[in-house]
């Protein structure tokens, strides 16, 4: 069977070649990647909020996200400028949980993300009732170091790693898709790494 360089050294490595999304290569490194500056956080004061077309708005401290149910999930991470890294374990809070809480309307199609400085990033709700995703505290069983994202950060494997917002601070559910930081930047709105939905021009 051909295989690609790429494909080749992802074999060696011991995992399925078929894991790797066209264009993407393998590495054992967690590079880090964003706009801006890492923000200082306080958890004293901090607080993550979900709004929109929601029956229930809560906004939550972090004692009381740290009390809600944890799951645990391990993914893919797909970065759009080529690296990927796998089985990447996280912790936090799904969606699920947090859905029981604030009752999501039906009208709540999409989700704006809302991340510290103002970036935001965008996703249809679907994105998010996905099982794997989470709002997460913890990576390979620590807390999120701050350049990932302490304290909380949102990880959505279906999509390139620019969806999952670091530094989250709320989730907004909304009538209709309204563009994020990368998207309105030139990066794809879909964003599907098997259809290598990179850019949108
Ligand atoms: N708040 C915030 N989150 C962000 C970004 C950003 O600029 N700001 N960049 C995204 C991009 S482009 C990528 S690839 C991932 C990188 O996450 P990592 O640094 O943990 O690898 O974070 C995403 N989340
Ligand atoms: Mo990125």
Redesign the pocket.
Known sequence: MFRSKAEQKVADAGFDPARLPPGQYLTEK???????NVPETDLATWDFKVVGEVENPVTLGWDELKALPASEVTID?H???RWSRFDTGFRGVSWATLAELVKPKPSGRFVVAH???G?T?NVPIAALEDEQSLIAYEADGEPLTP???WPLRLVIPSRY??K????LRGLELVPSDQPG??ERYGYHNDADYWKEERYEF
């Open positions: 967690w590079p880090v990647l964003h706009a801006g991470i970065c759009v400028t991340a510290e400085q970036f990033a350049e990932h994202g790693f620019w999952s917002a670091k530094w930081f990368w």
